[in-house]
């Protein structure tokens, strides 16, 4: 089992920044790669950005350029830098947890960090 804590959302205007955070704890030793998420009212939840456990980045087009995923292993910890914040940022944001789980990939899910972004 792993669990996953987020933090670092809040209300910011357009143009400013963010950094979300994810904690990791458990049988971190399983974890493949983490993974942040994102979902807006009234859409599906969306992909943006990975990072794997020999610290390949990856992120999705639209995010390019403007947010950037890292890691801290000492705290097993996850961040996502978000700059110049759009109002279309407006999301809960998740962090995932991509994991073996006695051979089958399996994911744990954080409960969601709010992220408003004003016009």
């Known amino acids: 089992q792993v669990q996953v804590v987020e933090s670092g959302g809040g209300l910011v205007q357009a143009g400013g920044s963010l950094r979300l955070s994810c904690a990791a704890s458990?049988?971190?030793?399983?974890?493949?790669?983490m993974g942040w998420y994102r979902q807006a009212p009234g859409k599906q939840r969306e992909w943006v950005a990975q990072?794997?456990?020999?610290?390949?980045?990856n992120y999705k087009d639209s995010m390019k350029g403007r947010f950037t995923i890292s890691r801290d292993n000492a705290k097993n910890t996850v961040y996502l830098q978000m700059n110049d914040l759009k109002p279309e940022d407006t999301a809960v944001y998740y962090c995932?947890?991509?994991?073996?789980?006695?051979?089958?990939?399996?994911?744990?899910w954080g409960q969601g960090t709010q992220v408003t972004v004003s016009s």
């Open positions: 990072i794997t456990s020999g610290g390949s980045t």
């Open positions: 995932a947890a991509h994991s073996s789980c006695s051979g089958y990939a399996c994911i744990y």
């Open positions: 458990g049988n971190i030793f399983s974890i493949n790669a």
